[in-house]
């Protein structure tokens, strides 16, 4: 008894002292009986205030007249025990965030002698959690204005583009009808020809990053895709490249999982933005070796497309997402390729993983929800 007596001062001494939390104990009507000096802190009653009163002293003016305290006591005796956040009221009237734990007490012959209730002030998490909610917000409308922007650019830089290419053009055959051959002119007119075609490629970027923007489909355009079936209709849209390839491409694949679960207009950008760069990628001095599989990994399904070609360094690596960047200019690109992939596969909650080594190749990873 004295061993039990010991243990009792303790904990009620522990329990007084803590300063963080407000703990009290209630008779099981929920009239306070015990009152911390955390809970004098936080909510500013001294213990002679609250003894014997009704704990709904401390809720909110609403939640009295909801019975919202009476709830809690009946949710607690019902499942052993009652947790949620809300607000509170201190003595002064003004308000907090709480995270409450309303916890039922019984004797020996479980008989119901009361309820304990820790209360923490969670103020401070509760405003970071709506400062995160108000700068993701205010970030959706900073992309969605970036989105606008760039599509009305896009947009409204064809026609003059356009017209600039025509013009060219007509100036081009006016030297070819008058017979011209001043080098001199000709290489200015070249010089025209190249800008224009890189700002007609530029405009072509940006309408179809806008697109991707767009039309990123959402979980309800989910189908089933047959990854051997997409595989094989990539290959044949990408003939030209091994065509144009010096040394012999050999492409594997190893489908163990056939089918899943994503769009399939998504997928087929996807794989055919990692495999046509394995091709035009491939390293002159070797023989291109791609192997292109799909396997189960705990809740992924895992696209891989693994090549010998080039390869890339740690500080390609660290820019490889970067839209419009492009570590060889020898390979006709835009540089959006892989950032439409990204966007594309963490959008539909994917990831995607590279390892790479200069001169020994690469290997792209993309991570499928199954």
């Known amino acids: 008894m004295k061993t039990q007596h010991f243990n009792e001062s303790i904990t009620s001494t522990f329990i007084e002292q ?12 929920g009239i306070i009986e015990t009152w911390n000096e ?3 802190r936080m909510k500013g009653y001294k213990e002679e205030e609250v003894i014997g009163k009704f704990y709904g002293m401390l809720f909110t003016d609403e939640d009295r007249a909801s019975h919202k305290p009476e709830q ?6 019902t499942h ?11 003595k002064d009237g003004s308000l907090f965030w709480a995270g409450l734990t309303l916890t039922p007490i019984y004797n020996d012959d479980k008989e119901l002698i009361g309820l304990t209730k820790v209360t ?14 108000r700068k993701h917000d205010e970030l959706v409308i900073t992309n969605r204005d970036l989105d606008n922007f760039i599509y009305t650019a896009s947009h409204d830089l064809k026609s003059p583009i356009l017209n600039i290419d025509g013009l060219v053009n007509r100036l081009i055959s006016l030297f070819e009808d008058k017979g011209i051959q001043d080098p001199e002119l000709l290489e200015l007119v070249g010089y025209f020809r ?3 075609d890189r700002f007609k490629t530029t405009i072509a ?25 997409v595989f094989e209709d990539i290959l044949d849209d990408l003939k030209f490249l091994f065509e144009a390839s010096c040394f012999p491409c050999k492409v594997q694949s190893d489908f163990q999982v056939n089918a899943l679960n994503f769009s399939r207009k998504n997928f087929r950008s996807i794989l055919y933005n990692l495999l046509s760069n394995a091709i035009k990628y491939r390293s002159n001095g070797n023989n291109c070796h791609i192997k292109v599989s799909t396997y189960a990994d705990g809740e992924w399904v895992v696209l891989s497309v693994k090549d010998n070609g080039l390869g890339m360094s740690a500080d390609d690596l660290a820019k490889l997402y970067t839209m419009f960047k492009r570590f060889h200019d020898h390979v006709d690109g835009s540089g959006i390729g892989l950032y439409i992939v990204k966007r594309i596969v963490e959008n539909a909650g994917g990831k995607i993983a590279v390892t790479s080594e200069e001169g020994k190749g690469s290997e792209f990873k993309v991570y499928f929800q199954s």
């Open 205 to 229: 970027d940006l309408t179809t990053i806008s697109k991707l923007q767009r039309t990123i489909e959402d979980e309800s355009n989910l189908e089933q895709v047959r990854v051997q079936q």
């Open 18 to 29: 803590v300063k963080e939390y407000a703990i009290f104990a209630m008779d099981p009507n």
């Open 120 to 133: 923490r002030d969670l103020s401070d998490k509760r405003r970071a959690e709506q400062d995160l909610t």
């Open 194 to 196: 190249k800008s224009v």
């Open 38 to 40: 955390g809970a004098e």
């Open 72 to 77: 809690e006591l009946e949710e607690a005796k």
């Open 80 to 90: 052993e025990q009652f947790q949620t956040e809300g607000w509170r009221r201190k």
